[in-house]
């Protein structure tokens, strides 16, 4: 008489299943944010305009990092919305770590734009948060548990849910 084994039965089963599912929800999430990239950033500046049009946020002062390896439309928008509407500066919009030049690295806000598809780059912290204890890193992301994994691992002070409001995304800071 045979025995039938299945993956659920075996040492590996449980490890096999768990990545696949990793595997699954990392490609839902980076389909839902390529479309919400092209798509989603004019529905929320619209949304801003309306909601915060007298608004003034010119008491946020401060150097930001924009460090995005994926959506690099969405950083250089976003960041040149931080400079429109507050009273920072963004030094620069990064794709990767070797972007990262010694002027960049006296910064108030690192803001990592998605989840980096190349953890690598998140060396980037490290290396600003050796010469500057002061840095606070933020999440502009998708809710997921990559990003969620990612903010543990690599000390992000928060994340910021990026199909939200851009106006309430600046009163983060």
């Not at 990239?37 to 004019?42: H, I, K, L, R, V």
């Amino acid at each position: 008489m045979s025995q039938k084994i299945t993956l659920n039965d075996s040492i590996y089963g449980n490890e096999f299943l768990k990545n696949s599912n990793l595997i699954r929800e990392f490609n839902q999430l980076r389909r839902i944010e390529q479309i919400c990239a092209e798509f989603n950033f004019d529905v929320l500046q619209k949304q801003f305009d309306l909601s915060y049009e007298e608004a003034d946020f010119q008491y946020i002062t401060g150097n930001f990092l924009i460090l995005s390896d994926r959506l690099a439309s969405t950083a250089c928008k976003l960041g040149s919305f931080i400079n429109e509407k507050t009273g920072g500066d963004v030094l620069g919009t990064i794709l990767n770590k070797d972007e990262l030049r010694k002027d960049m690295l006296d910064i108030d806000y690192l803001i990592v734009v998605g989840y980096l598809e190349n953890e690598s780059n998140f060396e980037v912290i490290n290396k600003i948060r050796a010469k500057n204890h002061r840095m606070s890193v933020v999440f502009y992301a998708t809710l997921s548990s990559i990003t969620r994994r990612q903010m543990n691992k690599y000390g992000v002070d928060c994340i910021f849910e990026r199909h939200e409001s851009l106006g309430t995304f600046l009163k983060l800071f």
